[in-house]
């Protein structure tokens, strides 16, 4: 006897184990990933809301920035990986680069730009660079 599939908002937050998406690293792949992202927090959401109504805004501003930074700095495919902790969200970015992000100096007269990887170490707990032999994994946790 066939038992009915269960559907998303079925979910208990458990069952909501990861989100995993892979991108070309095209421009349009930073709202690729941020889609993802919400698409991953829907899920969670229905059945576990954020603490607060602005955590929701920071883990999708900060899923923008690395994906962003990935395109502009990393040639080819990145990786977006979000997870459930605990106390947050767990989002892991990889790409192609071996070089780990460094803060850049904000600069107006070059329209802007150089305050993405110090915008991630505002709203993250915590933030780490693995470096792989193909590239790194940018790891930051965040509050849900």
Not at 118 to 124: K, Q, V
Request: aromatic share 6%.
């Amino acid at each position: 006897m066939a038992t009915e599939p269960r559907r998303d908002d079925e979910l208990t937050a458990e069952e909501i184990h990861d989100s995993h998406a892979a991108f070309d690293g095209e421009l349009g792949d930073v709202t690729g990933a941020r889609t993802a992202a919400e698409g991953f927090l829907g899920t969670l959401s229905r059945t576990e809301p954020p603490a607060a109504a602005e955590h929701w805004d920071d883990i999708l501003l900060v899923v923008t920035e690395l994906a962003a930074n990935a395109v502009q700095y990393a040639p080819g495919r990145f990786e977006l990986t979000m997870r459930r902790t605990l106390d947050g969200v767990h989002v892991t970015l990889g790409d192609t680069s071996r070089t780990s992000p460094a803060p850049r100096p904000f600069s107006p007269s070059k329209g802007g730009g150089g305050i993405g990887w110090y915008l991630i170490h505002t709203l993250c707990d915590e933030v780490s660079v693995v470096v792989r032999d193909d590239g790194k994994d940018v790891h930051v946790f965040l509050p849900w």
